[in-house]
């Protein structure tokens, strides 16, 4: 493998394996001796590449907005543009809105015969049924997912009731027919899934259940793979 190929492959593995990331596993991903490997690494802070770390500890990247680009194959920049294409009809504006800037920022930074890929990909998509508008209040739960914020709320249960709700919310998802918030309920101390149309009055509490997020979507999460592959309802 020539050199350059070779270290645009580190590269690569220092971008997507999980942080920090060990010589003897970026060593089996590009394929050299550890030896080789620590010649790259060296090549690469060389050539301006801010990593982070040792031999016996691992090592991270912190990207540097004045490095070159890095390429995409063309399968990759029609994944990138069939994704964006998708997020602009989830109902979501704000996120459509960040989904135009985001390919504006990529294809700026791509060769031109690249560039003319991104504009002119193969793959589309389109929505004849588009989802109903998101609620105003998506933007407050996603911001509370992010800062780990307990959230309070007028929830419309399914027979018409409405129950005063404390959460923390783990995720939004975006499934075929309804936009739902992942969630640990106070009210029932369990894991649930509320649909955002049905939440209302919902404003943040000022409380935090940091650092709880993660493992708790891990652990939903997991819970629903099981349900799934055990063919019960969620």
Do not use: N
Not at 28 to 40: F, G
Not at 48 to 67: H, N, R
Not at 89 to 102: E, I, T
Not at 120 to 130: G, I, N, P, Y
């Amino acid at each position: 493998m020539a050199r350059a190929d070779r270290l645009f492959r580190l590269l690569t593995a220092l971008r997507m394996l999980p942080q920090p990331v060990t010589a003897a596993r970026l060593a089996e991903e590009t394929s050299v001796s550890p030896r080789t490997l620590y010649r790259d690494i060296e090549a690469l802070r060389a050539g301006g590449a801010l990593i982070d770390g040792e031999a016996g500890v691992g090592y991270t990247l912190t990207e540097d907005p004045a490095l070159p680009p890095q390429m995409f194959t063309r399968l990759e920049v029609e994944a990138l543009v069939l994704g964006l294409a998708e997020v602009r009809q989830m109902g979501d504006a704000a996120m459509a809105k960040a989904a135009d800037a985001a390919m504006a920022k990529i294809v700026a930074t791509l060769p031109e015969r690249v560039q003319r890929q991104a504009i002119h990909a193969v793959s589309r998509t389109h929505r004849l049924d588009r989802r109903p508008p998101a609620p105003a209040h998506l933007a407050l739960v996603r911001q509370a997912c992010w800062d780990e914020e307990v959230l309070e709320m007028g929830y419309t249960d399914k027979d018409g009731s409405v129950t005063h709700r404390q959460i923390w919310p783990l995720s939004v998802v975006w499934f075929d027919r309804a936009l739902m918030v992942l969630a640990w309920c106070c009210l029932r101390q369990g894991f649930r899934r509320f649909h955002l149309h049905q939440m209302a009055d919902v404003r943040a509490t000022g409380d935090h259940f940091r650092p709880r997020r993660v493992p708790l979507l891990r652990e939903f999460t997991a819970r629903i793979r099981a349900q799934a592959q055990a063919g019960s309802p969620t």
